[in-house]
């Protein structure tokens, strides 16, 4: 019924940047808190950023100062521009949101993105 797709990762060096994308499509009456959220290989799955369909926004201590969310509500899309990227960055990123749809409330996830950072 809503689906999430997401768009932008890729291989870049340290020190370099990536913008992540990720639209929700489907019936959508409104779209309210948006995450990214990041699963590197043996670890769990953590939050690293979210913004409200206020645009407030929190972030996880290890991105703050590099990291930046932003979204569309237009375009139903969270962006996360990602700067100054360090190897401890590299993970799966999946976004995920909570969609008010005409009949109910749903929290889909994206498919992942895969984000490499080496030199």
């Known amino acids: 019924q809503v689906q999430l797709v997401e768009s932008g990762g890729g291989l870049v060096q340290p020190g370099g940047s990536l913008r992540l994308s990720c639209a929700a499509f489907?019936?959508?009456?409104?779209?309210?808190?948006m995450n990214w959220y990041r699963q590197a290989p043996g670890k769990e799955r953590e939050l690293v950023a979210n913004?409200?369909?206020?645009?407030?926004?929190n972030y996880a201590d290890s991105v703050k100062g590099r990291f930046t969310i932003s979204r569309d509500n237009a375009l139903n899309t969270v962006y996360l521009q990602m700067n100054t990227l360090k190897p401890e960055d590299t993970a799966v990123y999946y976004c995920?949101?909570?969609?008010?749809?005409?009949?109910?409330?749903?929290?889909?996830w994206g498919q992942g993105t895969q984000v490499t950072v080496s030199s």
């Open positions: 995920n949101a909570v969609v008010v749809t005409t009949t109910g409330v749903l929290t889909p």
């Open positions: 489907g019936s959508i009456f409104r779209v309210n808190t």
């Open positions: 913004i409200t369909n206020g645009r407030r926004t």
